[in-house]
């Protein structure tokens, strides 16, 4: 059985603290060192509001918006 996590905004900051990454003035999630915006494979910025997470042993950003998941899910699946 599958079971769904999720976190709340203090748990991606740290998440991202991690990863040296920050959420910029807008929102959006940046690189620390260099400030540039992170971005899903398909070139969208991502907000700290719509991070759903990363695949593993990588640094894709992934959205939380159902198409994005979708796209997620068809890509990782064998």
Known sequence: ??????F?????????E???KKADGDGFIIE??????VL??????????NFAGMKKGS??????DIAALIDFAK????
Do not use: H, N
């Not at 899903?40 to 509001?49: A, C, Q, R």
């Not at 640094?59 to 939380?64: A, C, G, H, P, R």
């Not at 890509?75 to 064998?78: E, F």
């Open 18 to 20: 991690l990863l040296d």
């Open 59 to 64: 640094e894709i950003f992934i959205k939380s």
């Open 1 to 6: 059985m599958r079971k769904l996590v999720t």
């Open 40 to 49: 899903t494979p398909t070139g969208e910025e991502v907000s700290l509001e």
């Open 75 to 78: 890509k990782s699946s064998p």
């Open 8 to 16: 709340d905004k203090a748990v991606k900051k740290q998440m991202l």
């Open 32 to 37: 620390k060192e260099t400030g540039q915006r």
